[in-house]
């Protein structure tokens, strides 16, 4: 540990002299150029046309979308739940992987722990949206009934997300003592944040070690959390009497499908970073090639729960049925249906089963089909159900039978996907996206173990 310990204060020391290319300066966080400046200002331009939509939702109501009394639900859950599907992967990567010990996941840690934070922060920020009165967001705090699936998910959420974000900023403080070396040509109130985060960091033995068994313990209590957040969502569906939810497989589904997108999610974000700060020595093909055939596996496991929940309904027909799984298999919905199923989970996992197919540049777009597909799952689960009643509802006007987003909806949700990417942008900007300390702490377990 103490040899740890030189190695950083190495880096610190090197670090500042320009001249040296250590790893530590190329992991730094950089300015934007060009082309970074005009992603941003898209997504904030996007945000802006969000936010407009909002207010013109708050200030009418939510008669501005096309929910009705069929479809009380609309794209916002959609959107809720694919953000909680992909802040699975904060466990997936930082606690599985970890607590396994599996050495090729060090670059791609905070990677996944940036991408758990923002997709749950936007999570809860749909919930917010679906409601028609936000203010009243607080009496499910004060008045929420502990017999509500709602309530579990209000308490979950909130766990997961203090335990994700304890997960990023602990392994952190290190870093943000490196930062505060390294960039000499920050703002002032960048230096205070990087002082106020690394907690008086002096790189002692004790403190490392206080790191890696509190990050140890985090990771051992976010995997039951984050098992039970996906749960709980899906019990939101099963526990309502509807055809499609009135399901025993729904909590599996759930998490199987999490896995998968949460996987593609590091995936495309790898690539991005792998091509803006240029580490093709640092996330190798090797990270692409192990990524790849992750997916794969967890591609097989979510298509086999996807076959159980359309099975099992599609033998045994009931009436209720019957409407919703035509509605799917050939009806209204079949197209996007099929397309998501084939496009967007077995096509793209049979090409990952070639090691051609697992290289970075197709890695990348087959990951972002695969979260696109993702997406329109979530809209597949959700809508076609409401539109499948147990008992219609009479005297109802032709309109509410069917269920058509308005642009204030698709504004809103668009907004709250480029959202999360600005804030993912910004983390990225001003924090190292791979943790430094863990890598040259790996690189010395791996000098020792040559040596030895």
């Given at each position: ?6 190695t950083i ?11 040296n ?18 992603w ?45 599907a992909?802040?699975?992967v ?26 758990a ?44 997300l ?28 960048l ?62 589904y759930f998490?199987?499908g ?21 580490l ?8 692409f090639?192990?990524?790849g ?10 298509l ?42 077995v ?5 990952m089963?070639?090691?051609?197919g ?27 159900t ?16 069917s ?7 698709w ?42």
């Open positions: 540990m103490m040899s740890l310990v030189k204060i190495t880096i610190l020391v090197m670090t500042q002299n320009p001249e290319n250590t790893l530590a300066s190329r992991l730094m966080p950089q300015k934007f150029g060009a082309l970074g400046k005009a941003v200002i898209t997504l904030i331009i996007i945000c802006a046309v969000g936010l407009y939509a909002y207010y013109t939702q708050l200030v009418n109501g939510l008669e501005v979308t096309g929910m009705r009394d069929y479809t009380s639900w609309g794209i916002y859950i959609s959107n809720f739940v694919f953000f909680v992909i802040s699975l904060g466990s997936l990567i930082s606690a599985i992987l970890k607590l396994t010990n599996v050495p090729w996941r060090t670059p791609l840690t905070r990677l996944s722990e940036i991408v934070v923002s997709a749950i922060i936007f999570a809860s920020i749909s919930i917010v949206v679906d409601m028609g009165r936000p203010d009243r967001i607080f009496n499910l705090f004060l008045y929420g009934r502990i017999q509500s699936p709602i309530v579990w998910d209000v308490i979950v959420i909130t766990t997961y203090a335990i994700s974000v304890l997960l990023l900023l602990i392994p952190l403080i290190p870093d943000m003592v490196i930062c505060k070396k390294e960039l000499g040509n920050v703002p002032n109130w230096k205070k944040i990087y002082s106020l985060l690394s907690f008086n960091w002096k790189g002692t033995k004790e403190q490392f070690g206080i790191i890696h068994k509190s990050t140890k313990i985090l990771a051992i209590l976010i995997i039951p959390v984050a098992l039970s957040i996906h749960t709980v969502t899906s019990w939101l569906f099963a526990t309502t009497m509807r055809p499609g939810w009135d399901s025993t497989n729904f909590g599996a998490v199987s999490a896995f998968v997108v949460g996987a593609a999610a590091v995936i495309a974000f790898m690539y991005a970073i792998r091509r803006q700060y240029n093709k020595d640092v996330i190798t093909e090797m990270h090639d192990k990524m055939k992750l997916l794969v596996m967890l591609s097989f496991v979510y086999y729960f996807t076959v159980n929940e359309y099975f099992t309904p599609a033998f045994k027909m009931k009436k209720n049925e019957v409407h919703h799984l035509h509605s799917l298999f050939a009806g209204e919905y079949a197209p996007m249906f099929w397309i998501t199923i084939l496009g967007g989970m096509i793209p996992s049979i090409i089963l070639f090691k051609s697992r290289k970075p540049r197709m890695m990348f777009v087959l990951a972002v089909i695969v979260i696109i597909g993702a997406w329109f799952k979530r809209y597949l689960i959700v809508i076609p409401l539109l499948s009643t147990y008992f219609p509802i009479q005297r109802v006007p032709d309109l509410w039978k269920y058509s987003p308005t642009w204030e909806e504004s809103i949700t668009i907004a709250t996907l480029a959202g999360s990417l600005l804030l993912i942008t910004i983390m990225v900007r001003y924090i190292p996206a791979i943790p430094i300390w863990e890598m040259q702490e790996e690189e010395n377990k791996s000098l020792k173990s040559e040596e030895s």
